[in-house]
């Protein structure tokens, strides 16, 4: 059975994807990983183990490895696009630094690796529409550099010292456990809590911006189903497009109003969120993952807004 490190295990992702793969690979076998400033709560620390693990100390990194007899690394540390463009050295520091440190203790300890990229990785040049796996990377922010940094480095590892690193390219993602911390596609998951809500949403991306979008079920689906998948079959590794849905600010209202006729939504464009989105693309060519280890989203955008609005309810009754 595999033994599992989830660093950034407190994060929207991490949170999520450690109670997956504790669901899939045992309780016990799954340590979440976390920073003393990001305490973990509830089910998340009670369900498992758990430690300390801050991705910019190798030395923790090893002792945590060592100590829970780890095979395999999920690294979720990261600095979000819009955070990371007001401490691009920090961003730097946790996004490459740390995947350093990450890549040394896996090449010593025999570990796998998953370090996810991101739409992000593409920039102002990168064909647009339906972005083919393999086509030209000029991120223009932090977070573009960094994930373009993180595909590079995690297949120089592979490909020089046999480290088995794999990931795949992050839509944004849209959750309804922990929420989004400083993100460019952010709104995609404020907006049906305002509905919920019944407040009016005020949307800082502007009409007419397709970005890329995924259902966390989907995202956590696409990064377990890739490190299971038969290694002999893996083309590429870092990192693989994965694309479920792309819609614009309208589209999502739309969709939800389709159940909450009374929802009504207003335009005040956040301009440093409109130039990364302008600069991501809209769609993505998603076909060498659904070849090379099987990917296919089970959710879209009517299904994923169902969903949403039922479980919000609940959570904000
Ligand atoms: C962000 N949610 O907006 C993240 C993600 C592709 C988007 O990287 O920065």
């Not at 995202?219 to 614009?248: C, G």
Request: some cysteine; aromatic content about 8%; charged content about 20%.
């Amino acid at each position: 059975m595999k033994h599992i490190l989830v660093i950034g295990a407190s994060g929207q992702i991490g949170s999520e994807l450690t109670m997956k793969l504790r669901g899939c690979y045992g309780n016990e076998n799954v340590v979440a990983g976390y920073i003393p400033t990001a305490e973990l709560k509830g089910e998340l620390k009670e369900s498992g183990p758990s430690a300390v693990v801050d991705v910019t100390d190798v030395a923790g990194i090893a002792a945590a490895v060592k100590e829970h007899r780890v095979d395999t690394i999920y690294n979720l540390a990261a600095l979000l696009s819009v955070v990371a463009e007001s401490k691009p050295k920090l961003a730097w520091k946790i996004g490459i630094d740390g995947l350093w440190n990450v890549l040394e203790v896996a090449r010593q300890e025999g570990c796998a690796v998953f370090t996810p990229s991101s739409i992000g990785s593409f920039g102002p040049t990168t064909p647009h529409v339906k972005t083919p796996q393999d086509t030209i990377q000029r991120p223009c922010s932090m977070y573009g550099v960094t994930k373009v940094t993180t595909e590079l480095l995690s297949d120089y590892y592979y490909n020089k010292y046999g480290v088995d690193t794999r990931a795949v390219r992050f839509p944004g993602i849209i959750s309804n456990v922990t929420p989004p911390g400083g993100g460019t596609t952010d709104y995609a998951v404020d907006i049906y809590y305002s509905a919920v809500r019944g407040e009016k949403f005020v949307c800082p991306i502007a009409q007419g911006t397709y970005m890329d979008m995924m259902y966390m079920p989907d995202a956590l689906n696409a990064s377990i189903q890739l490190m299971e998948a038969d290694p002999a079959k893996l083309v590429h590794r870092n990192a693989f497009n994965i694309a479920s849905m792309s819609f614009e600010p309208d589209m999502i209202y739309q969709a939800i109003k389709r159940h909450l006729p009374s929802f009504e939504m207003s335009y005040d464009v956040d301009h440093l969120k409109q130039a990364i989105a302008d600069s991501w693309p809209d769609s993505l060519d998603d076909t060498r993952a659904r070849e090379e280890w099987g990917w296919k989203p089970e959710y879209d955008l009517e299904s994923m807004t169902t969903d949403m609005l039922e479980k919000l309810s609940v959570k904000l009754k």
